[in-house]
C-alpha cells in the first residue's frame, strides 16, 4: 500500500469571515466502483465482491499491474496511474490491498 513516494492529499485553507483558518481537504477522490468502471469490470457491490474474492490472495512477490488476470489494457492503466500518482492513485493503492487480504 505504501508507495516510496508516498501521496498527501491536497491541503488548502478556508477562512470562514471573522473567523480561523481551518484546513480543508481537496474532495477528488475515486470510489472502487468507479476504478472497476474504468477498468470495464462488473462494478456494483456484488460483482467487486465477486473479483475480490475470485483473485486474492495476490502473492506478496507479483505487482498488482503484472498480476495475470489482467489484460495489457487494464494493466496499463494501473501502472500508470501509481507511475504518474494519479488521482486514481489512491484507490489503485486500495485495490492492490484489497487483493492482498487473506479471502
Known sequence: MGRACGRRPFLSTRRPPGGQ?????DASFHRFSELFAQ?????DDAGIRAFLATHAPLAAGIALADAPFWTPAQAALLRDEILEDADWAEVVDRLDAALRAPG
Request: glycine share 10%; hydrophobic share 60%; aromatic share 0%.
Open 39 to 43: 477498468l470495464g469490470l462488473p462494478a
Open 21 to 25: 483558518a481551518k484546513p480543508i481537504m
